[in-house]
């Protein structure tokens, strides 16, 4: 296993799993960005850990879902809710969404075929295709400077709920790959680039008139059998935030999963109100 940016990796897998990762791939419509930056393969890559890791990631999408509900009850109003970081919609009650609002926007990078399928017959749901770090063509030389991600949704009076879901540490990492892997560009982009890209998600959020509601994993932490730390790794590359509403623990890779002998457990936190902070 390898791993850069508070990730890891798994061994390879099996020739069968590789031919069906490279269906799904090909499947795939994709921004060519996100191919550029390993973002499709990243995401086929999880949508496969999170079948093998069901039960394992059972609570924790739970736990999201439960959140997001109760959230949308507290609401005067449910026009339109966003989704930021929509995924593989695991950790979303997206029936109760659809039934709750005229309209649920679903913005990410990367919308696989499973999920499109899923939406097929749900009238009120709109997919968003979107660069959320707004970054990517930056760092790729084809823009002098960040994009403005979320400004039409932002000016969307409609919008009475968004929720950014366990999208902001995803944010950093595929950045502090490409830098990494791309000394000749990097030297050309401000150092800290990762960090700002949580920064930017942070402000983006709090310029949305509607209710916000925060919910990212925001520490990995790698543990031995015997329940020795052999490393912590800060997801938010030291971003201050405001102290979280509730925590749990999120076992990413079990016992097995990654190496035999050392789990890799992150902090997720949640905040109701996040523009309230």
């Known amino acids: 296993m390898s791993r850069r940016s508070g990730r890891w990796r ?33 995401s086929v890559a999880l949508w496969s850990r999170g079948l093998r890791q069901h039960k394992a990631w059972a609570e924790h999408h739970s736990r999201c879902r439960k959140l997001v509900a109760e959230v949308t009850a507290e609401l005067p109003q449910r026009r339109k809710a966003v989704i930021l970081g929509s995924g593989f919609l695991r950790d979303i009650p997206l029936n109760a969404l659809c039934r709750g609002f005229d309209e649920v926007v679903l913005v990410d990078i990367v919308h696989l075929p499973p999920v499109r399928l899923r939406l097929l017959p749900r009238r009120n749901v709109r997919l968003v295709t979107c660069d959320l770090t707004g970054a990517m063509a930056w760092l790729a030389g084809e823009a002098e400077g960040r994009a403005d991600p979320l400004a039409p949704l932002i000016a969307d009076e409609a919008v009475d709920l968004v929720v950014s879901a366990n999208l902001l540490s995803q944010l950093a990492w ?62 938010t590359y030291g971003v201050a935030l405001p102290p979280e509403d509730e925590s749990w623990p999120w076992p990413v890779a079990p016992f097995g999963e990654a190496e035999r002998d050392r789990e890799f457990v992150h902090r997720v936190c949640a905040w109701r109100d996040f523009r309230g902070s």
């Open 10 to 42: 798994r061994a390879a897998p099996s020739p069968e799993r590789v031919l069906a990762q490279l269906a799904l791939r090909a499947l795939t419509p994709a921004l060519p960005l996100a191919r550029r930056f390993g973002l499709l393969q990243e």
């Open 174 to 235: 595929p950045v502090a790959d490409w830098l990494e892997d791309h000394p000749e560009r990097s030297s050309a982009l401000p150092t800290d680039m990762p960090a700002r890209c949580i920064a930017w998600h942070l402000d983006d959020l709090l310029r949305f008139k509607a209710r916000v509601c925060l919910i990212s994993d925001v520490e990995m932490v790698e543990r031995e059998r015997n329940g020795a730390i052999h490393d912590r790794i800060d997801l």
